[in-house]
């Protein structure tokens, strides 16, 4: 056993249901972290600026990638970002429009993230616990000045797949459409994954896959869940998530990322 990457999904699966962690026991880990060489990643669908505001204290000491893969920023410094064709970007946004979606809609570019000004005050609200730095824009008839990396939207959950099966048979060859489970659907650019982020991260490092431990709670984690030597689904995933890890650990109201590294670190 061989652990040189620790990579951890962020909402479900590292912060407990009160949006946060045990900071004190995570910094002892960090530390037993940092002298044996294990490089910490956290990587979600949520906003760069989003995780961010997590690791204050850390920010230069790990790598942070946002939008389900798409944004990539090592030790306090921008890597790289994949970012989605405006033709593709008003696609999706006419699409939105027609099956009126367009008021429960995120669109996340690299400078800030983006709702409609009409967007219902509970749309809101659920994307600014995932976005740190959000503007309100009258229309998105002219795009704004920036390059857009994710869509985030939310639908009835009995058309969910639906809706994921209509984009990715317009737009199947540039795009990739999952579920994040509860009717909320990401949009990112084809092949670009969690699982995806981790390998070209490994690749960057000379590391191999048999060097990752990885956390996740849901649909957008099973690429990184497959990937990883050790990969664990938490004890509150879906059972379809916990098909795809090796191991279970306890939920994220039970510490469970952090039980399950104290284990590998002391032993």
């Known amino acids: ?15 407990n249901s009160q949006m946060d962690y045990d900071r004190a026991q995570f910094a002892q880990l960090f530390d037993k972290m940092q ?8 990587i979600s669908g949520n906003q760069y600026y989003q995780i961010e505001s997590f690791f204050e204290d850390y920010k230069k000491d790990i790598t942070i990638v946002g939008e389900n893969g798409a944004y990539f920023v090592e030790n306090g410094h921008f890597l790289k970002s994949y970012t989605l064709p405006k033709e593709v970007v008003r696609s999706i946004l006419d699409y939105l429009e027609v099956h009126y979606l367009d008021h429960e809609f995120v669109l996340s570019g690299e400078k800030t993230a983006y709702m409609h000004a009409k ?12 976005h740190t730095k959000l503007q309100l824009v009258d229309s998105f008839a002219v795009l704004p000045d920036d390059q857009f990396l994710k869509f985030s939207f939310n639908t009835p959950e009995e058309v ?7 984009l990715k048979a317009l737009l199947g060859d540039v795009i990739d459409a999952t579920t994040s489970g509860h009717g909320n659907i990401d949009i990112i650019g084809k092949g670009k994954n969690k699982g995806a982020a981790l390998q070209e991260l490994l690749d960057r490092w000379q590391l191999s896959s048999d060097n990752l431990l990885a956390f996740g709670d849901g649909g957008n984690d099973h690429e990184m869940l497959a990937l990883a030597g050790y990969s664990y689904a938490m004890g509150n995933a879906p059972q379809a998530t916990k098909e795809v890890a090796k191991f279970l650990a306890p939920s994220n109201d039970e510490n469970g990322v952090l039980s399950v590294i104290a284990h590998y670190l002391n032993n």
């Open 1 to 15: 056993m061989d652990i040189k990457v620790i990579a951890t999904d962020m909402d479900g699966t590292f912060l």
């Open 160 to 166: 969910t797949y639906q809706i994921i099966d209509d």
């Open 119 to 130: 967007s219902t005050p509970e749309a809101i609200a659920f994307f600014k616990k995932y």
């Open 35 to 42: 002298a044996k060489g294990i490089r910490f990643v956290a």
